[in-house]
């Protein structure tokens, strides 16, 4: 029953941009997603302007929840579990002052011969994988796709996914020993 009331709430926002709607979202959820964030690891602030995110996402695009597809509460903390992922991201990224400008030292020829087998060895190691494993590894390293989108991509379900990187992370752990 509760959903039904936060999914017309969101139908309100999406149909008449109901403020009093949007409101009584945030107030619940707000909070709720501000804490699952710190749970999940984020820091106090980075939570706080992660929700803050969310709730604007939602007010922006109410038009894309689908109740036949989740519901209101799957649907909003999906958004913060992938607005958590991107601001990982960005904090990974260098930032202008830790990148090296201007001509690098060339590298020692033993390092370029030894990267070169070992590249060699990778590939050898992903073409000896089973089909599905290295599809997925490739799709993931390559393609640059999370699991969510590799599942959405071949219509496995998300544990698949993660179980047959697993095992190809193995399977090249050990061949790279």
Known sequence: ?????????????RDEADEAAFAEIFGHFAPR???????????ATLAEECAQDVM?????????FDPSRASAATWIFTIAR?????ALRKARRPEPEDIV????????QADILALEQESAQLTQAIAALP??????????????????EIAEKTGLPLGTIKSR????????????K
């Open 33 to 43: 997603v501000k804490g699952f964030l710190m749970k999940s690891g984020a820091s």
């Open 56 to 64: 604007a996402t939602l007010w922006q695009k109410a038009h894309l």
């Open 82 to 86: 992938n607005r958590r992922i991107d």
């Open 101 to 108: 400008w201007g001509p690098e030292q060339e590298p020692d």
């Open 165 to 176: 990187i697993r095992l190809a992370l193995e399977r090249l752990r050990h061949t790279m």
């Open 1 to 13: 029953m509760e959903n039904s009331r936060w999914t017309d709430l969101i139908a309100r926002i």
């Open 131 to 148: 089909a599905k494993q290295k599809t997925l590894i490739e799709a993931a390293y390559f393609g640059d796709l999370t699991h969510s």
